[in-house]
């Protein structure tokens, strides 16, 4: 069984519409991102959550919202689609790492979700 | 903010040993991260330096030098299904930590 899920795996949306993307992690860990990824560009952070009350804004948080509604659960919604959201999104988590112990606190991926905006 | 930079592009042949560079500018660095990513798939951990040197896990090496914000990730007897995409990733303590990634480096290994 997967550790990280994402749902929806592939979207095709039109301009204006409100859509969600949701995150789902059996890793018990208490960090979540959502990432974007577009060629030539990499890997970009949207949003970052260190705990279920904790929400932060990434690089590129504009016109993204999220909710974590658990430890396990972490959505990002686009209020209203533009085409230059079109992009292949990513939900990540992981334990707390770079400490004394060495713990690298890698960051686990889910399978991705396609998004198009129309 | 920081500055992560690797090559586009890189060809291999089956069975050669490739060398793929990163270096970075940045302050407050907390760890360096090489990730694998095969077309339309996740990006999946490879290797974790914090201190200078090498680290290796099979076929795979990692080499971290820190006063040069400099990285390099090793791959030996190369195979078909090493050509992938290859990420180095960034991360700095500031209040919270979390990874800047490089565009990533394309590896075409062929026959």
């Known amino acids: 069984d997967a550790d990280v899920t994402q749902t929806p795996r592939n979207r095709i949306t039109k301009t204006g519409k409100r859509i969600m993307l949701e995150c789902s992690q059996t890793?018990?860990?208490?960090?979540m991102y959502w990432y974007r990824q577009d060629p030539g560009l990499g890997l970009r952070l949207i949003y970052y959550?260190?705990?279920?009350?904790?929400?932060n804004k990434g690089e590129i948080s504009d016109g993204y919202s999220v909710s974590r509604q658990a430890q396990a659960k972490f959505s990002l919604s686009l209020e209203s689609a533009i085409p230059n959201q079109t992009a292949l999104y990513f939900c990540a988590t992981s334990d707390f790492g770079g400490g004394a112990d060495g713990t690298p606190g890698e960051q686990f991926f889910g399978p991705g979700t396609r998004l198009t905006v129309l | 903010g920081q500055n992560i930079d690797q090559p586009t592009e890189m060809t291999a042949t089956e069975g050669a040993i490739v060398q793929i560079n990163c270096t970075y500018q940045t302050s407050g660095f907390n760890g360096l991260f090489w990730y694998q990513q095969h077309a339309g798939e996740a990006p999946t951990f490879l290797s974790y330096n914090v201190l200078d040197g090498l680290e290796e896990k099979g076929r795979f090496s990692s080499f971290l030098s820190r006063s040069k914000g400099y990285s390099y990730l090793l791959l030996k007897e190369l195979q078909m299904k090493d050509s992938a995409s290859y990420l180095c990733a960034v991360r700095v303590i500031s209040g919270y930590s979390t990874l800047t990634f490089g565009k990533g480096t394309m590896l075409l290994v062929s026959p």
């Open positions: 890793k018990g860990h208490d960090r």
């Open positions: 959550s260190f705990d279920v009350k904790d929400i």
